[in-house]
């Protein structure tokens, strides 16, 4: 759930309003890429234009979600300038790293290099290029795990709730962003489940790229409640101190 802090003179809007916009914008990629490819499925028109293709590199959708992580990265960056903990250093430097790579395809290219570097095999169903692609990725995950490890060791109050959604939008980028474009290979032969799954990758990385600044404005922004380093914790008559963080 996206926390509602209340609006303040430098929220712009409150960050369940900004959701909904964000939430909007996305959807309305996705719904002109889908019109305008039945318009092209039923030839009343010649094809879909490239900018509104979301299975290509440099389209409307790409250049959205690019501006996206540029945002989450300027605004963890900013929030851990200002003393908010390791949490948001830590996503500053794992949302540059998505930035870098979106913006360069850089596990597209990586991939292929690897591929053809180290001949690669083809793994069922997939081309020898996924392989190498699954190696980068695979590099890039132990360097997020790495990050938000180090964010949980010197976490704040209220920071391991904040970590747990973190860590479950970028599950589900994992998801689309991993599991979909593979399974988009894989069924690349037949053409509605390889343009369903394309739809399911790129879509959902535009949408859980807006779930992840709306909830990174919500607790970072300029007005969201500040997190303090934990209390020792004190004994009560009685009782033992709760060892818990």
């Known amino acids: 759930m996206i926390p509602q802090v209340p609006p303040g003179p430098w929220t712009g809007l409150p960050p369940g309003r900004a959701t909904a916009s964000l939430l909007a ?27 509104w293709r979301l299975e290509t590199e440099r389209n409307l959708a790409a250049a959205w979600t690019i501006l996206k992580w540029a945002a989450l990265a300027t605004l963890c960056a900013w929030a851990a300038c200002r ?41 069922p ?15 890039e995950c132990a ?28 599950g589900l980028l994992g998801l689309a962003g991993v599991v979909c474009d593979m399974a988009h290979e894989a069924v690349r032969a037949w053409p509605v489940p390889r343009y369903a799954t394309g739809v399911a990758e790129d879509g959902g990385e535009m949408v859980v790229a807006s779930l992840l600044l709306a909830y990174a404005w919500a607790v970072f922004g300029p007005v969201a409640p500040r997190s303090e380093p934990d209390p020792e914790p004190v004994a009560a008559p009685g009782f033992a101190p709760d060892p818990e963080r």
């Open 143 to 170: 360097i997020l795990a790495l990050l938000l490890a180090w964010a949980w060791r010197r976490r704040r109050q209220g920071d391991a709730r904040r970590l747990a959604v973190f860590v479950a939008l970028f």
């Open 83 to 123: 003393g908010r903990g390791a949490l948001p250093a830590a996503l500053a430097a794992a949302f540059a790293m998505l930035l870098a790579d979106d913006a360069l395809e850089g596990h597209e290219r990586l991939g292929r290099a690897l591929a053809e570097g180290l001949s690669l095999p083809a793994p």
């Open 25 to 51: 914008v996305d959807a309305a990629l996705i719904g002109a890429n889908v019109g305008l490819s039945a318009l092209s499925f039923l030839d009343l028109i010649a094809s879909v234009p490239d900018a």
């Open 125 to 139: 169903f997939l081309r020898a290029q996924d392989a190498g692609e699954l190696l980068v990725v695979a590099a």
